[in-house]
């Protein structure tokens, strides 16, 4: 078993960033992929982005490329992600989810872990 906690989120104006992190415990996640997804009130769940087990590979949604990046530190059980040219269209709940396997997915279903979000408001 994983527990997964986000942290980080925040009030932030457009334009202004912010950095997520999600530490977990329990099973080790080392050897997992790990995403974000966000979901706005009255929106289905979406993903944002995902890293491979090592680091190596990391996929983004296109609405985030270029403004977002997720990072690991297996050492640290924790991943992170870097937003930076935030818009008021990022607001919503992150959470952060974990797989079983190591390889990337990005439907909701295919994690197997889940934490409890963390709130993103970007004003305009």
């Known amino acids: 078993q994983v527990q997964l906690v986000e942290s980080g989120g925040g009030l932030v104006q457009a334009g202004g960033s912010l950095r997520l992190s999600c530490a977990a415990s329990g099973r080790t996640f080392s050897t997992s992929a790990v995403a974000w997804f966000r979901q706005a009130p009255g929106k289905e769940r979406e993903f944002v982005t995902a890293?491979?087990?090592?680091?190596?590979?990391?996929y983004y949604t296109n609405s985030v490329k270029g403004r977002f990046t997720m990072s690991r530190d297996n050492a640290k059980n924790t991943v992170y992600l870097q937003m930076n040219s935030l818009k008021p269209e990022d607001t919503a709940v992150y959470y952060c989810?974990?797989?079983?396997?190591?390889?990337?997915?990005?439907?909701?279903?295919?994690?197997?872990?889940w934490g409890q979000g963390t709130q993103v408001t970007v004003s305009s």
């Open positions: 890293i491979s087990w090592t680091g190596g590979n990391t």
């Open positions: 989810a974990a797989r079983r396997t190591a390889t990337i997915r990005t439907m909701p279903g295919d994690y197997d872990y």
